[in-house]
């Protein structure tokens, strides 16, 4: 997945290292340790708390970012089931394009189709609001915060 951000590559990189700006763009809760082996973990629905659990596997500012990727919590679709703490892999990349960003995502280790529409339908609704937020506008709230 490819998007290309309105901001330099420091600030789109903050938003993956920072848990208060982290959760401004997907989440409601976020608890990150960015460093190689941190935990990442993000509650992604209020209500329900259902969260992804991983750790990092690199931090290279600001151009590089990879974490582990799996869902916990008590309810979730098969496409979560599928997909456990830290069974698959995210790696972000950030290429400087003039004053913007172009951000490409990778999710690797996906288990079926089903795992990788789910997905790729919440990364690309996510990006969206990280693309507004890392720019200087408001996203409005999160969609996932009442479930």
Request: without cysteine; aromatic residues 10%.
């Amino acid at each position: 997945m490819e998007l290309r951000i309105e901001a330099r590559p420091e600030t789109v990189f903050s938003y993956f290292t920072d848990a208060a700006k982290f959760r401004a763009w997907l989440g409601v809760e976020a608890e990150i340790d960015a460093r190689p082996g941190g935990l990442f973990h993000v509650t992604m629905t209020g209500r329900t708390r259902i969260a992804v659990r991983g750790e990092y596997l690199a931090v290279e500012p600001p151009h590089r970012i990879a974490f582990t990727w799996g869902w916990e919590g008590p309810i979730q679709t098969p496409a979560m089931r599928q997909v456990p703490p830290g069974s698959s892999a995210v790696e972000i990349t950030l290429v400087p394009d003039g004053e913007a960003t172009i951000l490409r995502l990778r999710h690797s280790g996906l288990p079926s189709e089903d795992a990788i529409g789910f997905h790729s339908f919440g990364w690309s609704t996510s990006f969206t609001r990280l693309g507004v937020i890392a720019a200087g506008r408001d996203p409005g709230p999160s969609p996932f915060a009442d479930m």
